[in-house]
């Protein structure tokens, strides 16, 4: 059945859909919240700080910084307080952070301070409030901050050093006058490097033994790492062929993409007319230095993919494109990973007006499993900042290093794997499988990175791409070649979504409308590693549906405090086989969320957590007097959350007994995406008798949730906490009855809810004669 019915737009119905966020949480002590554990803990870190008195014999100019461990179990976000109200005295503010999983950065501003925070752990079990034994049993060890350091740093030639961030200007301001001074008197050069607003970098060069071990000293210093270079695939082989040329229509509007690369030849006459303003060459190289190559194979699978394939792999309009010279081969010049930012800053602060960028560029170095880089972080605050998309590569495979790379960490770029097009060679993947070569996440924090996959080659059959000279093929394989698919993709949903579209409507609109190819037999863990949430559908499929499903996208901003429910969510009543709803569900939410890299593993501050759930009846509950807001109407006590792994049988999640290929998270909190399919008839039988009998109800819900620091950084600054947020919905009718679009559309007309088609805008086409 042809798609031509377009999903659609809809709006909460404001007060009705809102409701004040419910409180939370148990009043009954953990179980690791033993007197042993108190009295143990309090007096092995009284005696600790103790220890701790010979550091402030002499006046200080800076805090002590310590470390804190904390029990493996007193992580989440409700023990934090008793944690921190331990450290805090004579209105100061002692908890700056997380070093890593388990431990906090704790500042000590003076003796006087130090004897505040000892009295905390002189303990009288007798007295003792449940908030300090919760504190008390949480607090394990505490010790003097150690700096991360390299091992092999003393070869580098360009050092990264991070200061920490005291939350206070006046430190903040001493440390730096501190470290120029030590720099100044071993002749170290030093820059300030701005990856981002709450991240204290500096790049160091020149730098001694002597002056190493000065530096490493300095109470302030987190971390000295070697400064990354950064690395682009071999530049292609040639293949003598030729392709037609494509040109611009006169007084058409077409999508624009930033190419963030080496450059593109202007003797390449496929791309030229396509080229807008003069090349940028932010990198401020030599032109014999620049090396374009990598570019303009990059540029030619943006615009001529799939035509250098013969296949329709994105059916993508061409695009215009502004080159900007980011990088160089490294026998030209060598561009080290703070010069790449920089690079990148100056071409996206002149260009404005460009919304999404192609960003095949990165390192060779692994992600940590609990820090994200700084690359990463760079990356998500330009993107923040200048309200822009990045789709960035997730680099290739070298040696035994399958893992993504430093960047592709990056919380809010489209990370972007590689699979195979083709298979010649019997060592090859087979086709639609991953590339031998494309890096695998997961992401930090377990985060799914790649996000998506497209086709970037094999191990052996390469794809087709345009030389410096144009009328020429060369071949070559990498995740660089598949990212400009995604970019082109992204670039064409943008332009045609109109003038109120966003970077994140673009993001959830890919991702949701993503699939894993069907031939591919592997656990979802294994996919979702591999390919994040899959390969994206073509432009048309993207916004328009069949008279047997209704997609709805939702954009909201939700503030702390208010949450969504939705009731009487549109579901077509026609879709019922035996008394039990039936059909496939997909969801998908994105978020724009507070990120705050100086928390360490917490970096992502906030999520929203989305679900889906069917209800008896409507309860209505009183207001509170005083005028409180708060919505009287409530869901029964029997409605339960469809998208809920629990209530499907298992081998409905193995990929034998997949149609298309079911994806639900596992729950992992503080991820910016998430998605869920569901197939109903799947529900196991006592479930379905309860959630899915005939005639229930349907609410949507979004429920906000912030981490302690984003909520100190309210208390503390005044700063209002929210999140946009995107959530599209598809339901879609297995039974092929041609009644799920139009008993959706009827239900949001007769329920309330605003809505309108998506889609604003004729897709273009290009003459090619």
């Known amino acids: 059945m042809a798609k031509e019915l377009p999903i659609q737009s809809v709006s909460f119905r404001g007060e009705r859909d809102q409701f004040l966020t419910e409180g939370g949480g148990s009043k009954v002590l953990p179980k690791w919240v033993t007197d042993n ?14 220890d701790m008195s010979s550091f402030f014999e002499h006046e200080r100019t800076l805090p002590l910084l310590t470390e804190v461990s904390m029990h493996s179990k007193a992580t989440a976000k409700s023990h934090r307080p008793a944690v921190r109200s331990l450290f805090e005295g004579n209105n100061r503010h002692n908890v700056l952070g997380v070093s890593s999983v388990g431990k906090l950065l704790v500042k000590i501003d003076s003796r006087k301070d130090l ?10 079990e007798q007295n003792l409030t449940d908030k300090r034994k919760i504190g008390l049993a949480a607090v394990e ?45 071993y002749d170290v050069d030093l820059s300030v490097l701005n990856y981002s607003s709450n991240l204290r970098l500096f790049a160091l060069t020149n730098v001694s033994e002597q002056a190493l071990s000065a530096i490493v000293t300095m109470d302030s210093v987190l971390a000295v790492r070697k400064m990354p270079t950064i690395v682009f695939e071999a530049s292609p082989e040639p293949d003598n062929t030729e392709i037609e040329i494509m040109n611009p229509m006169e007084g058409v509007n077409y999508p624009l993409v930033g190419l963030l690369d080496t450059g593109v030849s202007e003797f390449c006459e496929h791309l030229t007319p396509w080229m807008i303003e003069t090349e940028v060459n932010a990198a401020e190289l030599m032109d014999e230095e620049i090396d374009r190559r990598h570019g303009t194979a990059v540029a030619s699978v943006l615009n001529y993919g799939d035509f250098l394939e013969s296949q329709d792999m994105t059916q993508c309009g061409p695009c215009k494109i502004l080159s900007c010279v ?62 822009i998309l990045i789709c960035k590569s997730a680099g290739n495979v070298i040696g035994d290093s399958y893992r993504i790379t430093h960047g592709a960490d990056s919380l809010l770029s489209l990370v972007v794997g590689s699979i195979a097009h083709k298979k010649i060679t019997e060592r090859e993947a087979e086709v639609n499988d991953r590339s031998p070569f494309s890096r695998i996440g997961p992401g930090v924090e377990n985060a799914v990175k790649p996000d998506l996959v497209h086709y970037g080659g094999n191990q052996d059959t390469h794809l087709s791409l345009l030389s410096e000279w144009g009328r020429q093929y060369c071949l070559d394989s990498g995740t660089s070649f598949s990212t400009p698919r995604v970019a082109a993709l992204a670039a064409n949903l943008y332009s045609l979504l109109g003038e109120d579209v966003t970077p994140l409507l673009v993001k959830a609109i890919m991702v949701h409308h993503a699939n894993y190819p069907a031939n591919i037999k592997k656990t979802s ?23 047997d499903e209704c997609t709805m996208v939702f954009r909201h901003t939700l503030e702390k405090g208010h949450d969504i429910v939705s009731l ?13 709803y039936d ?38 509950v009183p207001l509170q007097p005083r005028g409180v807001v708060r919505n009287p109407d ?48 799947k529900m196991k039988p006592a479930q379905k008798k309860k959630i899915l009998t005939a005639g229930k109800k349907w609410a949507l819900k979004l429920r906000g949730l912030y981490r302690e620091a984003a909520e100190q950084s309210m208390f503390r600054d005044g700063v209002v906490l929210s999140q946009d947020v995107v959530v599209i919905v598809t339901i879609k009718d297995s039974g092929r009855r041609g009644v799920a679009y139009g008993e959706c559309i009827q239900q949001l007309q007769e329920r309330g809810y605003v809505h309108n088609d998506l889609r604003v805008r004729e897709k273009l086409y290009v003459d090619n004669e």
């Open 37 to 50: 554990a108190v009295s143990e803990n309090a007096h092995r870190v009284s005696s600790q700080l103790s």
């Open 115 to 124: 004897d505040i925070i000892q009295r905390h752990f002189i303990t009288n």
């Open 141 to 185: 060890n505490l010790k003097k901050y150690e700096p991360i350091v390299d091992t092999d740093i003393r070869d580098a030639k360009v050092l990264k050093l991070q200061l920490v961030d005291y939350q206070n200007n006046e430190f903040n301001h001493r440390s730096q006058m501190l470290l120029e001074a030590v720099c100044g008197q």
């Open 326 to 387: 980011v990088n160089t081969s490294p026998d030209r010049a060598e561009i080290m990973e703070h010069e790449l930012i920089m690079n990148i800053q100056q071409a996206i602060a002149l260009h404005p007006e460009v919304k999404i960028w192609n960003l095949s560029q990165g390192t060779r170095l692994e992600i940590d499993d609990e820090v994200y880089s700084d690359f990463a972080v760079a990356l998500d605050s330009l993107q923040s900042t200048n309200r």
């Open 525 to 547: 863990g294994d996919l979702r590693k591999e390919m994040g949430f899959g390969l994206p559908e073509v432009i048309d499929n993207m916004l328009n549906n069949d008279r």
């Open 568 to 580: 009487d969510f549109p579901y077509p009543q026609s879709m019922v086989t035996d008394g039990f």
């Open 583 to 620: 059909g496939e569900i997909t969801v998908t939410l994105a978020v724009n969320p507070i990120l705050d890299a100086s928390q360490g593993n917490e970096y992502c501050q906030s999520q929203i957590d989305v679900l889906l759930e069917t209800y008896d009846h409507v309860v209505h």
């Open 634 to 681: 409530r869901m029964s006590n029997d409605a339960a959350n469809v998208l809920n792994q629990g209530h499907y049988a298992a081998k409905s999640f193995k990929t034998e007994y997949a149609k298309e290929r079911v994806l639900i998270e596992q729950g992992f909190k503080y991820q910016p995406i998430k998605k869920y399919h569901v197939d109903l008839s």
